[in-house]
């Protein structure tokens, strides 16, 4: 009876108590100079700062809505009437609607790739250039083989 307790008494190991441990073992290895890594991640970066700006840019469009919907905009001092008050709301909405459409046009226009994509494109591009360099230096060696099978000629 006393075991039945125990177990049921018996407290969950908690995740931080069972790490997961990596060995980064990895075979394949990627040698890319910075600028080629630049140029790979600044669209990925350019989509995630328009995918960023748009979310405030709504927020803030909400709040202009609201604001034009729900208030009646009185006189302030003898010079700014209410009205030119809600004008100025009302351009600063639309203004805040063409940045949200420049925004959505953003995330449209550039190429959202994940990890692996890039992973994948950098081996490419490696493999190809590995393969010009290779096919290089045999056109160099077989050049050399040649003047060199010429001068014995002569």
């Known amino acids: ?16 108590q069972s790490p997961k441990f990596y060995d980064n073992t990895e075979s394949d290895i990627i040698i890319v100079t910075e600028c080629v890594l630049d140029n790979k991640l600044r669209d990925l970066e350019h989509y995630y700062q328009a995918r960023g700006g748009i979310v ?4 803030l469009a909400i709040t202009l809505l609201i604001a034009i919907l729900t208030t009646s905009f009185k006189d302030f001092l003898p010079y700014i009437m209410g009205s030119t008050i809600r004008g100025v709301f009302i351009t600063g909405l639309i203004v805040v609607i063409i940045k949200i459409g420049y925004c959505v046009y953003k995330l449209f226009k550039f190429n959202r790739q994940s990890r692996h994509q890039i992973i994948n494109s950098l081996k490419k591009d490696q493999l190809n250039k590995n393969k010009q360099s290779h096919s290089n230096t045999k056109n160099k060696q077989s ?5 060199i099978s010429s001068k014995l000629r002569n």
């Open 56 to 59: 405030a840019d709504i927020a």
């Open 1 to 16: 009876m006393e075991a039945s307790k125990i177990k049921f008494m018996e407290i969950p190991k908690l995740k931080s």
């Open 143 to 147: 050049k050399k083989r040649v003047s």
